[in-house]
């Protein structure tokens, strides 16, 4: 069985609780021993173990080495690289001491006392040896092959983009290596990517043999711009396999079945149902493989239907199915969002199920199309054994024919036949005339013939109603179909007027633009002309250190900022004019009217001007124009001192008239 061996046996005293164990060690090729080793620590053991390769590593306890359940399963995975690992004192049996089967195979006498470590590593290896023991199983067949980009891409321009695409040009280059490596080696594989532009952000294989399996056909690399990762599937519980398997009589043990909703991916979703419709789980894994699926649907019972939402389904659902034996359902189009949401909320609503990602919901949604495919003929094949009074008939195994394509009336007969055991009642023949004979004979032909035309008649009404069942299911679709198409009608006229809105609007700050490239153009050449100038802002005439005479216009680009003060200001250093955008707050404006400075809002003009961060461009007229505005001030101002000369000769006047 195997050539050579390494038995491995703890200290006394030793423990992993303790720290790292160390152990005694012995390494056997056929019958001699090549090696021995008193005491070595885990570390050490591991680089005998490298270095030397033997077929199989030889323990009587593997919680020696770790008591923790992870912690082991690493190191296992280390030793099992290129060997397998043997407990010799877990046989088909049970358990059996490392004393009593030495004891038993003749390593050591019936009378001998407790064996020493170095002693004990060695009945290990030899009961390894003549195949006592199981097989200490940490993976399974099964590896996964992950395919990705070397680094990460940040932000970036054009040559980000472009640096990007060739990334995905490269793993999907990669793939395509491993795909033909692998069909070319035979082995049987499922293949998610995640496409990119240009290729793929990452691929991921689920190769269906052991990571020893691969060697020599697909390498592990990590480079600057590309990472193939290759690992097995660890098992979520260590399992043991008897070296020699002892002969069982097959039990047949009845399971419920299912119809099963599967979603493949990066992170495959499951959904599974019982043939009344019960939700019994619904769960997603990352890097699920067909045998780890398996695994867990045969726990919960016999699937006999496998569902996807998608035509044409995925090689990873039909591969399953076919593993299964499973009836393969999928619908006639691929799901819409919508649909699919619209299903399991319905479910959702009346049960505890829960939810939890896209995956999830894809594959329940999937399981209960098929179901809701499946549900009238389950009514009436229920309906049919309640009428018939079948007791001896179990329902489920009924719909399980139904599900493999039998009709209600054959799939009713079949699970009959299966349960029914006829009763043998001897029969013993009465004394009775030619001519009762003969009418018997003829009675019996009669009902045959009845019977026959029955049959024949239940046939074709059968038959009928199936065609009618089948186009009221048609009917029903294209309805469903076009209340889709109306629906998505209603959402795309939605969307037309939303975008027309937009367009609307686009249109309007297009035709603003344009009118402010035109006044830009005009004052520019106005500007080349000398028919234009720059008035200074008052905010930078605010910004120096020291204010002299200005004797000169200014532009107030923010008004609501100025205050009282600085209308104060700009009287004080000869501001002999005002111009703001649109308004300034009426007091303010006042305040500087009443001090003979004129306020232009350019609002209420026609002049041509660009408002610019450091002032104002504008036409040459508006000194004309605050000119005609100061002197309109100015006879304001006099005409309002004759008024008051003229009142306070009349006030005079008045008083000494009646002194």
């Avoid at 500007?527 to 250190?545: N, Y």
């Avoid at 004797?551 to 000869?574: A, H, Q, T, W």
Wanted: with cysteine.
């Amino acid at each position: 069985m195997f050539k050579t061996i390494m038995g491995i046996d703890i200290l006394p005293g030793e423990s992993p609780e303790k720290g790292e164990p160390r152990f005694s060690v012995v390494l056997l090729c056929g019958n001699n021993v090549v090696s021995r080793y008193t005491s070595v620590g885990l570390r050490r053991l591991l680089k005998l173990i490298s270095k030397s390769r033997p077929d199989a590593i030889a323990l009587d306890n593997i919680f020696e080495i770790s008591t923790n359940t992870a912690t082991l399963k690493k190191i296992l995975l280390k030793m099992s690289r290129y060997s397998e690992i043997v407990q010799v004192t877990r046989t088909h049996e049970g358990y059996e001491s490392l004393e009593h089967l030495a004891k038993k195979h003749g390593l050591i006498p019936l009378t001998g006392g407790k064996l020493d470590p170095l002693k004990s590593a060695e009945v290990i290896a030899r009961l390894a040896m003549v195949g006592i023991g199981s097989r200490v199983l940490v993976t399974g067949e099964e590896t996964l092959i992950l395919v990705t980009r070397g680094r990460s891409i940040g932000s970036g321009g054009m040559s980000a983009r472009r640096y990007e695409r060739n990334l995905n040009t490269m793993v999907l280059r990669a793939t395509n290596e491993i795909k033909h490596s692998l069909e070319e080696a035979g082995i049987d594989y499922d293949l998610f990517v995640r496409k990119g532009e240009g290729g793929l952000v990452r691929s991921l294989f689920i190769a269906y043999t052991s990571r020893r399996g691969l060697q020599g056909i697909v390498k592990s690399s990590k480079t600057h711009d590309l990472k193939i990762v290759i690992k097995p599937v660890i098992r979520e519980e260590i399992q043991f396999e008897p070296l020699k398997k002892p002969r069982r009589h097959k039990v047949e043990v009845q399971k419920r079945y299912l119809m099963v909703g599967v979603d493949p991916g990066m992170v495959t979703g499951v959904a599974i149902m019982d043939l009344s419709g019960s939700i019994i789980s619904v769960f997603s894994r990352r890097g699920l493989s067909r045998n780890s699926l398996l695994e867990l649907l045969l726990k919960h019972g016999k699937p006999i239907l496998i569902a996807t939402d998608v035509n044409p389904p995925p090689e990873y659902v039909k591969k399953l199915a076919t593993s299964l034996a499973a009836t393969l359902f999928y619908p006639k189009r691929t799901l819409t969002i919508d649909e699919k949401r619209r299903e399991v909320l319905r479910v959702v609503e009346k049960t505890s199920v829960k939810i939890t990602n896209n995956h999830e919901r894809d594959a329940l949604a999937a399981v209960l199309k098929a179901y809701e495919r499946y549900n009238e003929l389950f009514k009436r094949a229920e309906n049919e054994i309640n009428r018939m009074k079948l007791k001896d008939v179990k329902l489920d195994e009924v719909k399980a024919l139904i599900v493999r394509g039998r009709c209600v009336k054959e799939a009713i007969d079949l699970a009959l036949k299966s349960r029914v055991v006829p009763k043998v009642v001897p029969y013993k023949p009465q004394q009775e005339s030619q001519v009762e004979k003969k009418h018997l004979v003829d009675e019996i032909n009669r009902l045959k013939t009845t019977i026959s035309k029955l049959e024949r008649e239940l046939k074709k009404r059968e038959e009928l109603i199936e065609e009618l069942r089948r186009k009221v299911y048609e009917m029903r679709s294209e309805k469903f179909e076009r209340i889709l198409r109306e629906e998505t009608i209603v959402k795309l006229i939605s969307r037309i007027n939303r975008l027309e809105e937009e367009r609307k609007t686009l249109e309007s700050m297009l035709v603003h633009k344009d009118r402010t490239i035109d006044r830009w153009k005009s004052v520019l050449k106005d500007v080349l002309d000398g028919r234009a100038e720059r008035i200074v802002p008052f905010e930078s005439l605010m910004a120096k250190t020291t204010l002299e005479l200005y004797n000169d216009i200014v532009f107030i680009k923010n008004p609501e900022n100025i205050k009282i003060e600085d209308v104060n200001l700009m009287y004080s250093i000869g501001v002999r004019g005002v111009i703001v955008k649109d308004s300034m707050a009426p007091h303010l404006k006042q305040q500087l009217l009443s001090k003979g400075i004129p306020v232009l809002e350019l609002s209420s003009t026609n002049l041509k001007y660009v408002v610019l961060e450091d002032g104002l461009v504008i036409s040459s007229s508006v000194r004309k124009i605050l000119d005609n505005m100061r002197e309109e001030l100015r006879r304001e101002v006099e005409n309002s001192r004759e008024l008051w000369r003229i009142l306070e000769e009349y006030r005079k006047a008045r008083l000494g008239q009646l002194e």
